[in-house]
């Protein structure tokens, strides 16, 4: 495994994207709308920023009303999330999802619980 990115609720991805590319030097890798969040993708050389902008009501609108703009999760790459799973599993560590599911920019991830892993939600990336 390796770091891939560090999730980022905002409530104006444009404009923490713009500061971001102003501050760091950074360019869009990707972008794109699903499940009620604007994603986009920021080019750290070695990992991402993935800024995280609700676009209606879901867990990022719900997060940022209860905890405010800031780190959401951090993420680490796997080749296999099913192995990856079934070692987490023998840690007693609990998931949010049970089952990989699909993620932005056509990944699978899966989320392990914030109870069990340091206070962090930690998402685990298969490209």
Not at 52 to 65: S, V
Not at 94 to 120: C, K, M, N, Q, Y
Request: charged residues 25%.
């Amino acid at each position: 495994m390796h770091f891939d990115h560090a999730g980022i609720a905002t409530e104006n991805a444009t404009e923490l994207a713009e500061r971001y590319a102003a501050l760091f030097d950074l360019e869009i890798a990707h972008e794109e709308t699903f499940d009620g969040m604007r994603v986009v993708f920021l080019d750290c050389g070695n990992g991402y920023f993935e800024l995280l902008e609700p676009t209606e009501g879901g867990t990022i609108a719900q997060y940022i009303e209860s905890n405010g703009a800031g780190i959401h999760h951090l993420a680490l790459a796997t080749d296999d999330i099913d192995d990856a799973l079934d070692t987490v599993r023998t840690h007693d560590v609990s998931l949010v999802d049970e089952e990989p599911r699909p993620g932005a920019w056509g990944h699978t991830v899966a989320f392990l619980h914030p109870a069990d892993t340091g206070g962090i939600l930690i998402e685990l990336v298969e490209h």
